[in-house]
Every structure is written in C-alpha cells, then in structure tokens.
C-alpha cells in the first residue's frame, strides 16, 4: 500500500508561483511514477506532469516553459513547480503514485485527494 497526501494549493492571482507537495510512503515498487493531474468541473483529469523513482521526467506540452516537476533525495515528496499562473490552471490538482511492472505491485495506482488551486485574474 501507499499513501498519497497533497499540500500546497490556494488562492493566487495571475502570474504568481506556487508550489504543490506530494508526499508518498509505502513500498518503493508500487510508487516507481509519480505524477500530478489536474481536474477542472466537467472536464477529464489530465496528466500534467511525472516523474521516476530514476529521476526521469515528463511534463505536458501545455506546461512546458511554466511547471516543472521534482523531487527530493528522499524520493518520498515530489514537487510541482508551477509559473505564471493564469485562470486556466484553477483545478483541483491530484497526485498519483503508480507501479512500473504489475509483477512489483498488486495494486496498479494509488491517488491522493487532491489540493485546490484557485488563480484569479
């Protein structure tokens, strides 16, 4: 099993930063990746960007240039960096930790219960 706990989110205005947190503790094999995803009302969750237990890294295309994703030596806290903020990127932001091969988990993923990020304009 994993635990998934998020921090970080709230109010900011457009073209602030802010710094998501993602904690996860619990078998190394079942959190090789992990990534946060982000959900506006209506709409699908989508990945925004990961990261590996090797350091390797993906952030989406729409991302590039203003998020980054990190973590620390630990491996246990992985980091969104997020710039320049604009109103589009109020969501709630979750964070999932998942396996690499379905032979070192028994469980595929394991989600946290979001944080909230509100960028007014």
């Known amino acids: 099993q994993v635990f998934v706990h998020e921090s970080g989110g709230g109010s900011v205005q457009a073209g602030d930063s802010l710094i998501l947190s993602c904690e996860t503790v619990g078998n190394n094999t079942c959190r090789y990746y992990t990534g946060w995803y982000r959900q506006s009302p209506g709409k699908a969750r989508d990945l925004v960007a990961m990261i590996n237990r090797d350091g390797g890294t993906y952030t989406a295309n729409s991302e590039k240039g203003r998020f980054t994703i990190s973590q620390d030596d630990t491996k246990n806290r992985v980091y969104l960096h997020m710039n320049h903020l604009i109103a589009e990127d109020t969501a709630q932001y979750y964070c999932?930790?998942?396996?690499?091969?379905?032979?070192?988990?028994?469980?595929?993923?394991?989600w946290g219960h979001g944080t909230q990020v509100t960028v007014s304009s």
């Open positions: 999932k930790a998942w396996r690499r091969y379905a032979s070192e988990c028994v469980f595929p993923e394991f």
